[in-house]
T-cell receptor, first 116, second 114 residues
Framework: AQKVTQAQTEISVVEKEDVTLDCVYE???????LFWYKQPPSGELVFLIR??????QNEISGRYSWNFQKSTSSFNFTITASQVVDSAVYFC?????????????FGTGTRLKVLA | ETGVTQTPRHLVMGMTNKKSLKCEQH?????MYWYKQSAKKPLELMFV???????ENNSVPSRFSPECPNSSHLFLHLHTLQPEDSALYLC?????????????FGPGTRLLVL
């Protein structure tokens, strides 16, 4: 069965600290896609990144970086030098052929609080 | 307007009311989705439309009735809702309903059923 686990329900850090949000997934497919979204208090899910299962190269975008490791079925997200504006709920999601051609499996989210 | 827009942003309704949620996407996408987000639960996919045809109905109660008049607009008609239907309703769109396509979300309608 497909599953996405975000074990960290809530994390609090002080501004400028680095923080890593964990995402562990389960799928039987060899072709799948992983996503991270940010949900600020306004409610909209903001797309951050998409990664396909054949591309294990880590990605960096400004203060954001993602570590994809197929060996541990993890797709972790690190924010470097966190800022108050990073406070939000972050969701990891999986899509593959088994879950349905259009179905995302979302984790339960990690609430990040960055304190000034 | 850009991206995906939703109206209204907030809605309070009684259990006997009828109301509609509206979603519009300005991205030229072919697929549109309704999701329900309740507190402490993962996002639940409710309906999927591809080129105005419904392709998924995830065992959603009949008191929720979707409508997709064209590929840019999606409605969710609500009637005789229950208090447990109070949630954030999110609309999304993607180029096509396939796994590798990124879904782009609107800001949601926060619904309270009294």
């Amino acid at each position: 069965a497909q599953k996405v686990t975000q074990a960290q329900t809530e994390i609090s850090v002080v501004e400028k600290e680095d923080v890593t949000l964990d995402c562990v997934y389960e799928t039987r497919d060899t072709t799948y896609y992983l996503f991270w979204y940010k949900q600020p208090p306004s409610g909209e899910l903001v797309f951050l990144i998409r990664r396909n299962s054949f591309d294990e190269q880590n990605e960096i975008s400004g203060r954001y970086s993602w570590n994809f490791q197929k060996s541990t079925s993890s797709f972790n997200f690190t924010i470097t030098a966190s800022q108050v504006v990073d406070s939000a709920v972050y969701f990891c999601a999986l899509s593959d052929a088994t879950s349905g051609t259009y179905k995302y499996i979302f984790g339960t989210g990690t609430r990040l609080k960055v304190l000034a | 307007e850009t991206g995906v827009t939703q109206t209204p942003r907030h809605l309070v309704m009684g259990m006997t009311n009828k109301k509609s949620l509206k979603c519009e996407q300005h991205l030229g996408h072919n697929a549109m989705y309704w999701y329900k987000q309740s507190a402490k639960k993962p996002l639940e996919l409710m309906f999927v439309y591809s080129l105005e045809e419904r392709v998924e109905n995830n065992s959603v109660p009949s008191r929720f009735s979707p409508e997709c008049p064209n590929s840019s607009h999606l409605f969710l008609h609500l009637h005789t809702l229950q208090p447990e239907d109070s949630a954030l309703y999110l609309c999304a769109s993607s180029q096509d309903p396939i796994p590798q396509e990124t879904q782009y979300f609107g800001p949601g309608t926060r619904l309270l059923v009294l």
